[in-house]
């Protein structure tokens, strides 16, 4: 148990290192702080019992004497008053610092989580194409979600739980100063207590935290799937296998969170009962061993207070202990991904700058014996591939379905590595390193166009500040597509909204915003990937006619399945 916990402190230090050295030490600092002054606000109120129990004591100790020497005479009652006021000080003192310590300890909390949450988006920009194919974005989406619950139930509680470890061991500390004996009972009932019930819930919370995450995205996945394919459900008569199935995960899930609470606040029933008959033992105890009340009240009045801050801390650390043991999972997740990026960011550095490689386009794109099989599968889906374009060259592409149209595309865009073979743009290879120099020259339309739900023109232009954007070039790039007149024709013009994923467009508006989006940058490469499949004839030929008066004037690359469309090109290749 402890070698976990261990093990969880040194995974959020390697994570918050990054995040700042100092931060990590001033909340380290705060705490320990926070510590000492909850000690000295607890046993200030020691002087004050000891003596309202025994006025004459401190003037018949030595210590007492020597203390009583820094203030001016006064009497006995006076005195009182004062130890009262003094130990009413440091309560407030205490508690002033206990408010600023938890003050520090949220706020870094929170922009601690902020700068995760920057870093795994970060890292997911960072990942291969072939990376999010692998992976349901219900999943993505989860784990960037998990950072919250990270946060709220491992961040928080951890710097609680460091908090009141600080406490407890300087409050038993103390007691075992007054009353060695009376500290090693606490010790072993108190402890003995919660450790037990902690081995017995530990297992538990493990299963919670797995089924929690399970059924997260199993919720996150259906509940997206249904609202992405709307259309189909509704017309299908599905909406009930949908939501059903949504609903019983979450049902999962929120059973499995109420457990949390129940297994953490448990032993506090039980706890309470415990404490105050090892207190009820102790007044029995040292009264049959004649000691007089005056003696006892004192220390009784310390250990009284030691308990009341003692078992909530202690109680508090038990809850929380619970709570990181049943989200320990979104450490482990965060953490993998966030270190893969501190890795790869290293390596991308060491190699360099990334984005700054040049890539002169100014002969030919030629691919030699390129192989290509996707990760896990047992089928070259192109093989042994060479292809010369040469510059200003229009290629099509044609072949049924399934033959790796698609996946050519993908290849020369830079989105898969050749499994063996290599992509050339003139003489060099395509790398990492030249990559976005490579895309940035390109223009492309691919299969199925995802529309963002804003403006038409924030469409096109893809990626600009709407202040920014040339309306220029968005006229040129929507007549190009041949529906300027459409944009023309609405009320709203390009400041029309096309909804989630252009829900308010027709199929073959949708293309059209695809293929301007293309030509607004002026590529100097224009792929398409069936990209007038869902037009009608007229206007695919409309939009084709003006693709080909480009030719000779840049490089097209076409995909398309009806041989007509690729008439004009320069040169066709069959795939498959
Ligand atoms: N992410 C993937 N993982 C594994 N196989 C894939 C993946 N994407 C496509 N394929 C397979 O590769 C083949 C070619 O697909 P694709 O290039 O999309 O064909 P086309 O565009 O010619 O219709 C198909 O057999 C398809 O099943
Ligand atoms: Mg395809």
């Known amino acids: 148990m402890i070698k976990s916990f261990i093990k969880l402190l040194s995974r959020c230090y390697a994570l918050a290192i990054p995040y700042g050295r100092l931060r990590l030490f001033g909340v380290l600092g705060m705490v320990f702080l926070n510590g000492l002054l909850q000690l000295i606000g607890v046993t200030s109120i020691f002087p004050f019992f000891a003596l309202a129990a025994d006025p004459e004591r401190i003037r018949n100790s030595s210590a007492g004497r020597w203390f009583l020497h820094f203030l001016p005479p006064m009497s006995t009652n006076h005195l009182l008053a004062v130890a009262g006021t003094f ?37 997911y920009a960072m990942r291969p194409y072939g990376y999010f194919l692998h ?21 928080l509680p951890l710097g609680e739980i460091l908090t009141r470890l600080v406490l407890i061991s300087m409050l038993a500390a103390t007691v075992f100063y007054v009353q060695p004996f009376v500290a090693m009972g606490a010790v072993v009932l108190l402890g003995g ?44 008569g599905k909406t009930r296998y949908f939501i059903e199935k949504a609903i019983q995960h979450s049902a999962e899930t929120t059973k499995q969170q109420s457990l949390i609470p129940i297994y953490a606040n448990g032993p506090r029933y039980l706890i309470e009962p415990i404490a105050y008959g090892g207190l009820v033992s102790i007044v029995v105890v040292l009264a049959l061993q004649g000691k007089p009340f005056s003696d006892i009240l004192p220390n009784l009045m310390v250990m009284a207070m030691a308990g009341y801050r003692l078992l909530p801390s202690l109680q508090l650390l038990f809850g929380q202990l619970v709570a990181v043991a049943a989200n320990n999972y ?37 691919l030699e014996g390129v192989t290509y099989r996707y990760p896990g599968s ?37 989105l898969h590595s050749p499994s063996s073979g290599i992509i050339k743009v003139d003489a060099e290879p395509i790398t990492q390193e030249n990559i976005s120099c490579w895309r940035s020259m390109i223009g492309y339309v691919p299969q199925d166009i995802y529309l963002l739900d804003d403006t038409i023109a924030a469409n096109i232009a893809f990626g600009i500040d709407p202040k920014t954007i040339d309306s220029n070039a968005l006229e040129e790039a929507a007549r190009g597509a041949h529906i300027l007149d459409f944009i023309r024709s609405l009320p709203e013009g390009f400041d029309t909204v096309v909804g989630e994923r252009g829900v308010r467009l027709s199929g073959g508006q949708r293309q059209r915003i695809g293929v301007a989006r293309a030509l607004f940058h002026s590529p100097e490469v224009l792929v398409l990937d069936e990209a007038t499949s869902a037009l009608d004839v007229d206007t695919e030929k409309a939009v084709m006619d003006t693709i080909t008066q480009l030719n000779g004037k840049l490089t097209i690359i076409i995909i398309a399945h009806r041989l007509s469309t690729l008439e004009k090109c320069d040169r066709t290749l069959r795939l498959g």
């Open 87 to 123: 130990s009413i000080l440091m309560l407030l003192i205490a508690s002033v610092g206990s408010m600023a310590s938890e003050y520090v300890r949220i706020r870094y909390a929170y922009s601690f989580s902020q700068w995760i949450r920057g870093q795994l988006l970060r890292s």
């Open 330 to 366: 979104t450490l482990v997740q965060l953490e993998e991904e966030i270190l893969a990026i501190e890795h790869e960011s290293a390596v991308v550095s060491s190699n360099g700058h990334l984005v700054s490689g040049k890539l002169p386009f100014l002969k030919s794109l030629s």
């Open 378 to 414: 047992d089928q070259d889906v192109i093989k042994e591939l060479s292809l010369s374009i040469e510059k200003n060259e229009s290629i099509g592409i044609a072949g049924p379905s399934g033959s790796g149209k698609s996946t050519l595309v993908d290849l020369i865009l830079g």
């Open 135 to 155: 992976r349901n974005s219900a999943l993505l989406s989860q784990r960037i979600q998990d950072i919250h619950s990270f946060t709220i139930n491992v961040l």
């Open 193 to 236: 207590f919660y450790l037990m019930a902690f081995l017995w819930i530990r297992p538990r919370t493990r299963k919670i935290g797995e089924m929690i995450q399970r059924h997260n995205v199993g919720f996150w996945k259906n509940t997206n799937q249904f609202l992405h394919a709307i259309k189909t459900v509704f017309v299908h």
